[in-house]
């Protein structure tokens, strides 16, 4: 009799070594897929929050810009071409600039490198593309040259987002105002002068791992976006106000001018009108405007005729007061609320203040 053989053959035992050779292998393989999974994400997490720093820093910086401008906007074939944007400031200190410029057409072994985004700051013009000045790198890895477009105002309302390319809504809400540019008695590195209004300066920074366009309002007056008043007008608006400009009033004036009279036992016929000029000065740029409103004023008889006296001789206030009680009914109230309205204007101006008009 046999007695039954215990244990694996030498066939059992190397089919489960591969088996645990390629399980192993394949746990393995997923490690380290995650590890570089997880590297790749912290890679392109810290260029995400770099490029965020350096577009809060645009951003913060461009606040306290008095103008925002490109003096080279794009790269040309040349080793030391590069793309330039510009900032300048002005205070008791006297003016500042400072600049972001980049060389893509530098090689590996170059100050500053292709990818480096470089910081440069004092207090003269910055010349463009200029390598031998030394900055400070805000931000590596740049993938391409940032693409800087200076937007002007009559062309903000039509400007669109390079990325989703469709109107940027900032700009479309109520328009914005086309104002001419600003002179700001600072000239850049070539002699020219800078001015100031309200143009955009859209950059778009790309890298291999985030890419971000942010646009830069100059936040210095004069620039800055105007805010547009719009006038509704009350009940006094029609006095010293023209299409140009609103204006306050200071002065007003009273004449009479008779146009026909005809005596009558009792009394008077008379026909006329009372001339009320304002003045004002206009608020945007001090001239002084007038206007002459004309009230006509007769006595129909429906309050009885005036009394027999020699009108001529009268001052214009005295005339108004004996006529107004024989005025027409139709004229009555007019005529009474143009003089209210007159002596509301004398009185201010002989206080050395102003009758708000509108």
């Known amino acids: 009799?046999?007695?039954?053989?215990?244990g694996f053959t030498l066939i059992e035992i190397l089919i489960a070594a591969a088996l645990f050779v390629a399980a192993a292998f394949g746990a393995f393989e997923l490690v380290r897929q995650s590890a570089a999974n997880a590297n790749r994400l912290r890679v392109?997490?810290?260029?995400?929050a770099a490029v965020e720093r350096l577009t809060a820093q645009l951003r913060a910086e461009s606040r306290s810009a008095v103008a925002i401008w490109s003096s080279a906007p794009a790269a040309g074939a040349g080793h030391d071409d590069c793309v330039q944007l510009d900032f300048a400031a002005v205070d008791?200190?006297?003016?500042?600039?400072w600049s972001y410029r980049t060389f893509p057409n530098?090689?590996?072994?170059d100050e500053p490198g292709p990818d480096a985004l470089v910081r440069l700051a004092g207090t003269a013009p910055i010349a463009p593309c200029d390598p031998s000045q030394r900055g400070e790198t805000v931000l590596a890895g740049l993938r391409s040259a940032p693409a800087i477009a200076l937007v002007p105002p009559a062309g903000l309302s039509a400007h669109q987002d390079p990325y989703a390319h469709a109107?940027?809504?900032?700009?479309?809400?109520?328009?914005v105002p086309p104002t001419p540019p600003i002179a700001l008695d600072v000239r850049d590195a070539g002699g020219a002068p800078l001015t100031g209004g309200n143009r955009i300066a859209e950059v778009r920074i790309d890298?291999?791992?985030a890419s971000r366009v942010v646009d830069l309002l100059p936040g210095v007056v004069p620039n800055g976006f105007t805010a547009t008043l719009r006038y509704t007008c009350s009940e006094r608006c029609d006095v010293g106000h023209d299409t140009a400009a609103p204006k306050t009033l200071t002065a007003c004036a009273m004449s009479w001018q008779t146009l026909w009279s005809e005596f009558v036992p009792g009394g008077w016929f008379i026909a006329g009108t009372f001339t009320f000029t304002y003045s004002g000065v206009r608020a945007s740029d001090g001239g002084v405007d007038t206007l002459a409103r004309v009230q006509l004023a007769t006595n129909d008889g429906s309050g009885g005729t005036l009394a027999p006296w020699d009108v001529k001789n009268e001052a214009p206030a005295a005339w108004f007061a004996d006529f107004a009680p024989y005025a027409a009914a139709a004229e009555s109230a007019p005529l009474a609320a143009e003089k209210q309205r007159c002596d509301a204007v004398q009185r201010a101006g002989a206080a050395g203040a102003f009758y708000l008009n509108g």
């Open 44 to 48: 392109r997490a810290l260029a995400y």
């Open 106 to 109: 530098h090689g590996a072994g």
């Open 92 to 97: 008791g200190g006297g003016p500042k600039f």
């Open 167 to 175: 109107n940027d809504s900032p700009f479309v809400a109520a328009g």
């Open 207 to 209: 890298t291999a791992d």
């Open 1 to 6: 009799m046999r007695v039954a053989e215990a």
